[in-house]
């Protein structure tokens, strides 16, 4: 039956067919359908509190305690999700493309669970503590911690291995994400709300150096617009048709 409207699966698939280098972009949204909560959507993560207060450096030193509470609850929801249909999508597209690169501003660990190799955390990994006296990094991937705020054994206070509204991305690893948006021939925008910057920016700086952009959201978001195609679908309903065989 002949398609009136170009089918988005049917065009994607072309785009990656035909590119040598690719680059995605993931929110909270690839990970609601594990069962983990959004950020800004109805039930969001942030419970009563506004993100951009509790998800700060001040919080932290004003309340570590509270933070803390916070974040084990987090952790105990997201140690019982599993990666979805969506990520393992996304883990096979890498081994399908001869470059891929993912960002993700995602702290829960799924992409790594679900198979995907280049992964670029830029707002951090909420599995890994470091030491606020010391610096020391270490993952602990307890679902819940026995004893809040956890402690480094210099002593000093441990906080989570993410990345506050506030501080800046890790260098290395958001040089890394603009290279990868720059040299992309396509980049995929999943489950997103495009608000947060600077990761938010990556859209921009892909489209301008000529990556066709595809948006992968079940709402609209400010980048919808911008995008070359933006595909009004959930994460486990596209991105499995992209790597199904035409
Ligand atoms: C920086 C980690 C400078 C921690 C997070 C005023 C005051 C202070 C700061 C600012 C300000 N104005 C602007 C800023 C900058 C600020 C910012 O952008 N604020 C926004 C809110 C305006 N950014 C920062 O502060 C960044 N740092 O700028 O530093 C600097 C530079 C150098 C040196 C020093 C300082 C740091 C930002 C990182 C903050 N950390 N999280 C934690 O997790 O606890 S932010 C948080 O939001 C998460 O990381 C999350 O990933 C991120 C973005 O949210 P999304 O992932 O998009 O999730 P959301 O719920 O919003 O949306 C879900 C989407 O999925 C929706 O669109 C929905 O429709 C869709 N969806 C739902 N279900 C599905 C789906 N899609 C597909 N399928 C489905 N099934
Ligand atoms: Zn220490």
Redesign the pocket.
Known sequence: MHAFQSDPAETVREWLAAASSVAVL?????S??SGIP????PG??WRTYR??Y???PQAFARDPHLSWEW?NW?RGIIATAEPNT?HAALAELERRVPSFTLA????DGLHDRAGSRRILK???D?WTLRCTACTREWSDRRPSLPELPPKCECGGLAR?G????????PEDVWSAAVDAARAADVLLV???????????GLVQLAQSAGAKVAE????E?PVSAMVDLSWR??????LPQLIQSA
């Open positions: 993931t929110g909270a949204g690839i609601a359908e959004t950020f800004r959507g969001g993560l993100a951009e509790l998800a700060t974040y987090r969506g993700t501003q995602n702290v830029v707002h951090g909420i989570p993410v990345v506050w509204f506030g501080e800046g991305l999943v489950g997103t709300s495009a608000l947060v910057y600077p990761a938010a992968i959201n079940v709402a978001t679908a959930s994460a486990t309903t596209a």
